[in-house]
């Protein structure tokens, strides 16, 4: 019943501003960031030390992609286990709550990929009626 409460409240547009109430709103609060959405597809096909994230991504800062790690780190969407040796090895993985992201991840690329071609089309079709 709470969470019929919960569903039938984040419909409600005055309300749904909470993360604690709209699935939605808490969806964009976890995902939002320049980089977390690239940051979870590269990890969905390997475990990745810090230096190979920073070079899939060579126009982040260290410095953000700290943060963004960090906050992943948070969400419980992706892990980092440290190794005991030397020198230093740090490694990111996705989590089993963050695997659960890799299909809708799948579907975004899709999306885009389609949005890319209809894009282009857009833009030959323009170019022939000059």
């Not at 969407?77 to 005991?84: D, F, N, S, T």
Request: glycine share 4%; charged share 25%; hydrophobic share 35%.
């Amino acid at each position: 019943m709470e969470e019929n409460k919960r569903h039938e409240q984040c419909h409600m547009k005055e309300q749904c501003l909470k993360y604690d109430i709209c699935p939605m709103v808490l969806v964009q609060r976890i995902l939002s960031g320049k980089w977390k959405i690239l940051i979870l597809w590269y990890l969905s096909y390997n475990t990745l030390r810090f230096s190979d994230i920073k070079n899939k991504l060579p126009y982040v800062t260290q410095k953000m992609l700290t943060q963004q790690l960090r906050s992943l780190e948070e969400d419980n969407l992706i892990y980092r286990k440290v190794y005991a040796v030397v020198p230093p090895k740090v490694e990111y993985g996705l989590t089993e709550v963050g695997k659960n992201l890799i299909p809708i991840l799948g579907m975004m690329h899709s999306f885009g990929s389609e949005y890319l071609n209809k894009g282009l089309d857009k833009q030959e079709n323009s170019e022939k009626k000059l």
